[in-house]
């Protein structure tokens, strides 16, 4: 037990609980041994979560307790994730096509992995049609209703036809072997030779504007954890399909 210090300059660990919490409540899952419940409980926090995210997987951790025990502890600690974090209203950015933006960095991989919390949420019973509604609006966003480019533009790389040409990304922009790959590449103008399929991007900023660059990173960077709640939202909007839950949505920019 402790925490991880070999990256601090770019990742540094504000703790391990989240970490701990999910570890037990998993365990418990798969074993139904009522310790490693207990074990989760003594690790749980119910302060509302800022975001789900690499370095804070608390409120994950809240819903699958919620999901154990049906306790309104925890029920009360996934409902103000939303109420007091991420609907409009309760200090977070909207853009103007209705991304909820938490920050520069990634700006997407938030968004997307809030709206994976908000399907399991509804799932278990928490304001299903309203959160139902906010992720699948957060997902279509990401894929299509915005206004860049023209509109219809994805930020999951190589989905329709319009989405990032150049991201930040040394395997997708380096030539084919034998030819050297070096940092000219980076600065390179033209499309990555390589399309990075399914790669979701940082994303736009607090105004919607984006920028297709391969040396802005912050835009234009991929990362495993953008893709891990974007696809799992995913994942949870086709089960909507399959069994015919899928909400009425009211994008802004269709």
């Keep these: 037990m402790g925490l991880f210090h070999g990256s601090d300059e770019f990742y540094p660990s504000s703790g391990d609980k989240d970490d701990l919490c999910e570890g037990a409540i998993w365990l418990h899952k798969a074993t ?70 938490r920050d520069k960095w990634g700006s997407l991989g938030y968004s997307g992995s809030a709206a994976f919390i908000a399907l399991v949420a509804a799932d278990l019973g928490i304001q299903s ?23 219809c533009y994805s930020f999951e790389i190589g989905y329709g036809s319009s989405y990032p040409l150049r991201p930040h990304h040394s395997g997708a922009s380096c030539p084919d072997p034998p030819a050297h790959c070096s940092f000219t590449q980076l600065d390179a103008s033209g499309p990555n030779p390589h399309v990075l399929t399914g790669g979701i991007v940082g994303g736009p900023d607090q105004n919607d504007n984006y920028h297709d660059v391969r040396t802005d990173y912050v835009q234009n960077e991929v990362a495993i954890d953008y893709n891990a709640g974007f696809h799992a939202a ?21």
């Excluded at 139902?132 to 209703?145: M, T």
């Design 32 to 101: 139904n041994d009522v310790t490693y419940l207990n074990d989760a409980k003594s690790f749980v926090e119910t302060d509302s979560a800022w975001a789900y995210e690499w370095d804070d997987k608390m409120v994950g951790c809240q819903a699958m307790l919620y999901e154990a025990t049906k306790s309104n502890t925890y029920k009360t600690a996934l409902e103000s994730f939303f109420t007091e974090n991420w609907f409009q209203g309760a200090g977070i950015d909207y853009t103007p096509c209705g991304l909820a933006w």
């Design 129 to 151: 049609t309203k959160l139902r509604q906010w992720a699948v609006e957060q997902i279509n966003y990401i894929l299509g209703d915005n206004h860049h480019s023209g509109g």
């Design 234 to 254: 995913v994942a949870g909007i086709v089960h909507l399909e399959v069994a015919n839950q899928m909400p009425t949505t009211h994008n802004k920019c269709p």
